[in-house]
């Protein structure tokens, strides 16, 4: 049976990631989440995902693609012998970026979904992210939409609410939903799997922090 105020997100507990799941709450009746082990080298952010989850009284699923890791070597998330790219190479991606990981992700929440009558799907993806990853893309996500109606014969519709946003962007979402503090000290952004403020080093954690000193500069000015 079709539901057509429920929508299943792509959630790993992060800080993206968790924004959209309280965007959700807000937009939909209705919400699940769906988090992924594909071979990641800590663990931990599912344990997080898990725990916001249930905090937020949203179902929580967890499904292993962990084949992922086995298909490309040269990621240094998923391969512990590989020392991680602190910056953006100049040419081709950094070896943080897991090839074919969001197709995989959101194909699979596609088919949970389906099978549980839910046919609104949410990802945090954002073309504003540092890393300019080929599957953060508008144009992928609505590719990648139109080929999952086509092969179910359905009609998702996959939701990108911080597709157009940098990270200050998404911390004042964060506050706009009331969620700043829980995203603040309970989110796992870190490629080190250090949850709240992280290692400080990863180009996830300088991310994170650069954006949110961005953001409470904005925020300050604005109260003046």
């Known amino acids: 049976m079709k539901q057509q105020n429920a929508a299943l997100v792509c959630f790993s507990g992060g800080q993206d990631s968790t924004t959209c799941l309280f965007w959700a709450k807000k937009?939909?009746?209705?919400?699940?989440?769906v988090c992924f082990t594909y071979g990641q080298?800590?663990?931990?952010?599912?344990?997080?995902?898990?725990?916001?989850?249930?905090?937020?009284?949203?179902?929580?699923?967890?499904?292993?693609?962990?084949?992922?890791?086995?298909?490309?070597?040269?990621?240094?998330?998923?391969?512990?012998?590989?020392?991680?790219?602190?910056?953006?190479?100049?040419?081709?991606?950094?070896?943080?970026?897991v090839p074919g990981r969001n197709m995989v992700f959101l194909t699979f929440a596609a088919i949970l979904a389906r099978g549980k009558g839910i046919h609104h799907l949410v990802t945090g993806v954002s073309e504003a992210d540092y890393s300019g990853y080929p599957d953060c893309r508008d144009a992928f996500v609505r590719s990648l939409n139109v080929t999952l109606d086509l092969a179910m014969d359905e009609q998702f519709v996959i939701h990108t609410p911080l597709m157009d946003l940098d990270k200050s962007d998404v911390w004042e979402?964060?506050?706009?939903?009331?969620?700043?503090?829980?995203?603040?000290?309970q989110t796992l952004?870190?490629?080190?799997?250090?949850?709240?403020?992280?290692?400080?080093?990863?180009?996830?954690?300088?991310?994170?922090?650069?954006?949110?000193?961005?953001?409470?500069?904005?925020?300050?000015?604005?109260?003046?």
């Open 173 to 185: 979402l964060s506050d706009e939903l009331g969620v700043f503090d829980l995203v603040r000290t």
């Open 27 to 33: 937009h939909f009746s209705r919400v699940e989440a």
């Open 189 to 224: 952004t870190c490629y080190n799997g250090v949850i709240a403020e992280g290692c400080g080093h990863c180009p996830a954690c300088k991310l994170r922090k650069d954006g949110l000193e961005k953001y409470l500069r904005r925020k300050e000015k604005n109260q003046k």
């Open 41 to 97: 080298k800590h663990s931990l952010e599912i344990e997080v995902a898990r725990k916001i989850a249930a905090d937020a009284d949203v179902p929580f699923q967890l499904l292993d693609v962990s084949l992922i890791s086995q298909l490309d070597p040269g990621c240094s998330l998923t391969n512990a012998s590989i020392a991680m790219d602190r910056e953006k190479p100049k040419h081709g991606y950094p070896n943080t970026f």
